[in-house]
């Protein structure tokens, strides 16, 4: 049930097994089509998507680059407090 598109064909399958077992067919002859398709992406989820690209992309590379430096500087200060010699 991990499939994007189980929610849609789960359904078809299990009227179609009723159906089988309800009229002792092997074979249905009546056939069941499923057919999915997205809704249309909204007006504002465009701008959204258009006018967060740069901003988003600076902010985490930001966060990045100041987790990467607290964590070299609480090494080295975690050493000097233990006095143990740098390497």
Known sequence: MTNQDAAALYPQFMY???????TKYKSLP?????RTT???ITEAVR??????NAATLSFVTA????MM???????VVEERVARVKHI
Request: no cysteine; hydrophobic share 55%.
């Open 16 to 22: 179609e097994a009723i159906i089988k077992h309800a």
């Open 30 to 34: 009546v056939e069941f089509k499923v």
């Open 38 to 40: 997205p809704f249309p």
């Open 47 to 52: 701008e959204r998507k258009a006018g967060t």
């Open 63 to 66: 966060v990045a680059f100041a």
């Open 69 to 75: 430096l607290s964590n070299i500087a609480g090494l």
